[in-house]
């Protein structure tokens, strides 16, 4: 039997809750393309340009007008100019052929293009066969982009395609959101970092590798604020400065309900607490809330809790202040590979791995402390809470890809 937990607040209404609050930063610079990698838009783009700006061909071939082939044989055509990629073109004499190479422009007159593996070639001239019909291997102009069409819109976090296709519409800055500071704070007494022994009742701060290389892979900036100890003063200090530097803050640990958990009651004293724990497992201690106007998302201390309410609370905050959009989570339907016939009343995420026929296997301990488990995982499967599953029930797959994007 598992018991209830009265007061925990079910994911989705806190998501919205959290999204609700978060007011988008206004702050926009213009840069460079090349380094706009990860940076968010902050006006819509339009093309200047059609794309390709006219039509070409599609193969290495011969470039024809089809009203001079013969109907049901193939057509000899002497060939009149040769067109590479990048050369100009002038008109195509009628009666005639040309050579014609990949990505050249078609020569006005031309209406198709023939690959060179079905032509023959013969003196100056080239048998074509039978059967080409206009339009054929030529890519209009405007195909892939036409001109004043909106590319892409506000909000758009650019990645390596964005990028690509703003380069081929001959855009060389873009205005963009400034990155948002984000502090990074681990509370624990027992925590020390790589590079320094373990004495005694100590392990080493994997959150903090963990949550500053979340930040960067989002382009935002990192604001180091380190460990903090666990009392009341320094939880408190830390957070004031944190507050002070920092445009949104990100604390693991120390939000439990134990007497050595300080970040709430700091919270509370500093700034605002807008909600606590989550009806999930693993992640259920994440609390949220502001400290002089600074959003604070405060995950738990267990490593994988801290990974799960990351993204699936407070990335989506984070991406709406910073002006990008912040799209549903994404999950697709797969088969459980294995059967539970307990069920729990949280909604709980299990750290899975999804083969290649679309099914679900757990990895074997699901502890929220283990981070490793996820070394292992391709993604979250979601077991609603009360729920048992058979084996080959559908269950919702988050992959990880898209959780963390
Ligand atoms: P807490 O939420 O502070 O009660 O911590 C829960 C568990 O997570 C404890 O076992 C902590 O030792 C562990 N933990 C807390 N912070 C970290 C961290 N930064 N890196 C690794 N483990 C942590
Ligand atoms: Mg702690």
Redesign the pocket.
Known sequence: MSCEQPGLIPLESAREALLELCIPTRETWVCPLADALGRVLAEPIRSQIDVPPADNSAMDGYALRTSDLEDAAPTRLPLSQRIAAGAQTRPLAPGTAARIFTGAEIPPGADAVVMQEQVTEDGDAVVLPEGIRPGQNIRPRGQDISREQEVIAAGRRLDPVALGVLASIGITEVCVYRPLRVAVL???D??VEPGQPLAPGQ??????Y?LQALIREQGMELVEIG?VA?TREATEAALQRASDEADVILT?????V?E??HVRAAIEQLGQLRLWRINIKPGK?FAAGEINGVPLFGL????G??LITFALLALPCLKKLQGAEVPAAFSVPAKSGFSRTKAITRDEYLRVYCDSEGVIHPYANQS??M?SALLHSNGLALIPGGRVVAEGTLLDFYPLSSLLR
């Open positions: 681990s509370t624990g027992e925590l392990i080493y701060n994997s959150n903090r963990l460990s666990d693991t640990g120390g939000v439990s134990g050595e958990d201690p738990p201390g267990n490593p809790g801290a929220s402390g981070l």
